[in-house]
């Protein structure tokens, strides 16, 4: 369950059915004991949810980006790939033309970058986006464990100038060129084998995890490409985290826009000990009832990938200034899915939050105008 890649609108990952699960209803114990659901419409008082996830250190970032900002490259593992430089322009062609199909708003945000950037961005997100088929896409009903951990020795050999097809071809260059560790795109892959095994999250905590893997990776992947301003006044540690903050705030969106689509599968990708704290259960889920409690914990919900987006503003602005169109569109679009959720009345069962093209149009200029401004103009 995750988008194909974290920078641009796109379905996130449902798959199978948990045995056991479609409609179970949990006790949710708290710190102070059992959380009661209010028994008058009155006398509703809700909680404000927590917006902290798992610590950047308990997810390792600090080494990933210690070791994509090496500026010896050489560090990166051997990599001895040659490839004739037609084969090579036609895998990059083949990654093009499949980010130009499957993700246009944010394939037009790249133009704006360097042929080599562009062509790598490409790359990753062609991987990502077959990454996520294993999962999700035709073949999907043959997955199980065996297939990602092949899936993983190939992304090995990627790294290692082995590339098995075209498109393994453009991504293995692509980390030739660029100073990418392998741990986020690992991490990736364990985003999708935890949605082989598991349909329910019992705290945010659980969840921030699974946001993190399957699309928190893909902003550490993409800013070695993308690159850092010179005159940047953050800490390379402070704009990765604010590029992996964009991916949570991506992925919670996807959730949220999502509901009722993994309901139909007898999922719920949101945190139990919070649909308690409202009074609401798996079964309010699996029913699709708009209430008031659920219109009062979607708000929660939206406050929090709010929150994770102004996260992510900081960092947008302090990439390479032709990078960042690409970005602030992302962050752009996805806000006004959650405006979408919102003029829906939070119904997110049978209503899909949509950002209809014109609409898209219209913010790329606007994203474009973020992107070329100064980011002291920007935070003051």
């Keep these: 369950m995750t988008s194909s890649i974290s920078l641009t609108p796109n379905p996130r990952i449902v798959i199978g059915e948990c045995e056991g699960k479609r409609s179970r209803v949990r006790v949710t114990m708290s710190r102070g004991g059992v959380i009661a659901a209010p028994t008058s419409p009155q006398t509703l008082k809700f909680p404000t949810l927590s917006k902290q996830g798992i610590p950047l250190a308990d997810l390792h970032v600090d080494e990933i980006v210690e070791r994509q900002s090496r500026a010896n490259h050489s560090s990166q593992p051997c990599n001895t790939l040659q490839l004739h430089p037609s084969f090579l322009e036609e895998a990059y062609e083949s990654c093009r033309k499949i980010c130009a199909e499957y993700a246009q708003t944010f394939y037009l945000g790249t133009l704006l970058m360097t042929k080599e950037r562009q062509r790598a961005i490409w790359a990753i997100y062609v991987w990502c986006r077959r990454t996520d088929e294993l999962v999700d896409g ?3 009903a043959y997955m199980n464990p065996e297939v990602l951990d092949r899936w993983e020795e190939r992304l090995q050999d990627i790294f290692e100038g082995c590339p098995y097809d075209v498109l ?3 991504l293995s260059h692509t980390v030739s060129k660029f100073p990418l560790d392998m741990k986020p795109f ?9 949605d082989t095994r598991k349909c329910r999250y019992d705290t945010f905590e659980e969840l921030y995890l699974y946001c993190y893997y399957v699309a928190g990776t893909v902003g550490l ?11 940047s006044s953050l800490s390379s540690q402070t704009i990765y985290t604010a590029s992996l903050h964009l991916g949570i705030g991506n992925q919670l969106t996807n959730i949220l826009r999502d509901v009722g689509e993994d309901a139909l599968r007898g999922r719920v990708y949101l945190p139990q000990d919070e649909l308690a704290q409202f009074g609401l259960c798996d079964n309010d889920i699996l029913s699709m009832r708009v209430t008031d409690k659920w219109r009062e914990f979607m708000k929660e919900q939206i406050k929090r990938a709010r929150f994770y987006f102004k996260q992510a503003e900081k960092g947008a602005s302090q990439l390479d ?3 960042r169109w690409p970005v602030w569109s992302s962050l752009m679009l996805y806000r006004k899915i959650l405006e979408a959720i919102e003029e829906n009345d939070y119904n997110n069962f049978t ?12 913010t790329l200029p606007l994203a474009y105008t973020k992107a070329i401004s100064a980011p002291s103009l920007l935070f003051h």
């Design 138 to 140: 035709p073949n999907a």
């Design 168 to 170: 393994d071809a453009a």
């Design 186 to 194: 690992k991490d990736m892959i364990e985003g999708m084998r935890m």
């Design 221 to 231: 992947m993409s800013v070695p490409v993308m690159g850092i301003a010179p005159d």
């Design 321 to 323: 200034k032709p990078s």
């Design 351 to 362: 209503k899909r939050a949509y950002v209809g093209r014109s609409k898209k149009l219209l």
